[in-house]
């Protein structure tokens, strides 16, 4: 019997997730069954989705139980297969959750294409974090060449795609970003036209100078202030893709006014659309195209990126706890083995 | 010289506009130029859009000056014309504002047509409110067969249009009114599958029971606590047309918690689209189609409508501003003449 590692909700967080949430145990890896690969995790990828699945609240999935395994993505290599389309040594995407090694089923499972990029960007600027931003750009987003795109969490990595599209797509790109790191990478390695700091005391006023032409895009992937200082500088017929919200994840607003009568009359005066999404609504039909021509922009360095590789499984909650208050710098992931 | 009379903004409200904010007054009709016409008003229409002509915070256009005319369209009766389109006796509608005579440039007017119904549906349901209606949830909305649409103010001229077009699109329509009267209209009268009255102290869960499948299109012409209450029974994929916020208008909200977050949580989680849309957008496109789609419709009474007539020019500030808060039934109109 094989004996492996997973890391299970220990309890559900009350506002920001401590490490003391999560519990590491080991598990007896069962046999293989017709049709199921046994699968070693090379790489697991944290992501702000998972704050929700730790909660019971409403959500566009159902949370992961008490005492239930993390989920998430991972990057695996074959061990085993009983399956016709694997081979031991194959590499493919899958839905192990946060694990070291697991047993699934074949049909849920991909084979990893990265035209060349590192085996990584499967799960960052080639997987689901590059997916939603080329998807919600390209379908809902919809910038024209000339047109302002503004995106939040600018050095992460949906808003390092968002930008860096927009400016392939010929439209020009404001990215927001925290602290002077953040923003020196995205102004000077990215490419972005302008970045501001959402910290600056100014952001608000500085964010207004840095769209001189108000913003046509805004892709909202962060809530809070950054959207009230937005707000008012959407463009007539302006678009807002929402994709994530890791601004209100952690609780509700501490704001003691209401602030939706401000944001209604804005979507009415300026007819603005704002559309909620997940990349899976897109994934189906859509996937292999953006992989065909975003994977050789990766892979030769035109699409820049950039990952925060944390080593060790056991470290992956407190990565992820850091994560959803800015503390990584990059597309966070666990090198697990 | 030939005298008319204007009602012009005499101060701005302070919330609920009053009478006192309006001033009727006499004014000389100048000579009309070439291309000009001379019109007499038949009728004018007091819609809610004009409350927020009155109020000098960002709108969607500019507001009204003190002492200005208050803007407003009417239907008009051809005097004297200097334009080769029009010809006395011909019945046109022209923005002219809240006057009972005018000289207008002839491009700026339109023949009215109405297949048949009366004038005043010009302005009514087959004028800007109807059209409203009909662009917002052709392009919008977009309801499928079988598909729940939810829209307030079902007994007004876009509401009720909403619902007529639901189910003639094959849709369930599910209506909002305010008191016992306009509910059993809305019902027995206009053939909604369902109406609740939002001021029912269980009104959130007798929307609920209403719509045991949820929402998929919420025609959002009100806001408030109409919008709380639909919010949770928003479908995947809902689609929210926003073309008016009349419980906002008279001020900003009186909830102290901040609402804003449950309604972006909404749009992420629902993959919701909220739209906001003035009819201006559609109509140089589409208007001509919706006349011919619709107008045969309503002069047949196969669509019905319900028009508000208030008698002498002089009472438009008295049933504008008791519009706002629900106190006529059906669209609001001024017979001047």
Redo the contacts between chains.
């Keep these: 019997m094989t004996t492996a590692q997973q890391i299970v909700l220990a309890s559900r967080p009350n506002g920001a997730p401590k490490p003391e949430n999560f519990r590491l145990e080991s598990f007896d890896l069962p046999q293989a069954d017709e049709g199921e690969v046994t699968i070693r995790v090379l790489y697991l990828s944290l992501d702000p989705y998972m704050r929700g699945r730790m909660s019971d609240a409403?959500?566009?999935a159902a949370p992961v139980p008490i005492d239930g395994v993390m989920e998430g993505e991972t990057i695996c290599e074959v061990l085993k297969s009983r399956h016709n389309d694997f081979s031991p040594g194959d590499i493919v995407r899958g839905r192990t959750g946060w694990r070291t090694m697991a047993v699934l089923k074949g049909d849920g499972l991909r084979h990893v294409e990265t035209h060349g990029a590192p085996l990584t960007t499967a799960v960052g600027a080639l997987g689901m974090p590059g997916f939603t931003a080329w998807s919600g750009l390209k379908f809902i987003g919809q910038p024209k060449e000339g047109e302002t795109v503004a995106v939040a969490a600018a050095s992460g990595p949906v808003g390092s795609m968002v930008g860096q599209l927009a400016k392939l797509w010929g439209a020009r790109a404001v990215g927001i970003a925290g602290g002077a790191d953040k923003c020196a990478y995205v102004k000077d390695e990215l490419g972005f036209d302008a970045v501001i700091d959402h910290r600056a005391d100014d952001f608000a006023s500085r964010l207004a100078s840095a769209c001189p032409d108000g913003i046509d895009v805004y892709f909202?992937n962060v809530?809070g202030h950054v959207?009230d200082a937005v707000l008012p500088l959407l463009n007539k017929y302006g678009r807002v893709p929402?994709?994530?919200?890791v601004a209100?994840y952690n609780g509700?607003?501490t704001?003691?006014?209401?602030?939706?009568?401000a944001?209604?009359?804005?979507?009415?005066?300026?007819?603005?659309?704002?559309?909620?999404?997940?990349q899976t609504?897109f994934a189906p039909d859509h996937f292999d195209e953006f992989l065909s021509d975003i994977g050789p922009r990766v892979a030769s360095g035109e699409i820049k990126y950039r990952e925060d590789i944390v080593e060790g499984f056991e470290n992956a909650p407190a990565a992820f706890t850091s994560m959803l208050t800015g503390g990584n710098f990059g597309k966070l992931i666990v090198k697990v083995s």
Tied chains: 1, 2.
Aim: hydrophobic content about 35%; charged content about 20%.
């Design positions: 409403k959500s566009y909202e809530g959207w929402v994709c994530g919200l209100h509700s607003s704001s003691e006014t209401d602030r939706l009568p944001t209604m009359s804005a979507i009415l005066r300026q007819s603005l659309l704002v559309r909620g999404f997940i609504e």
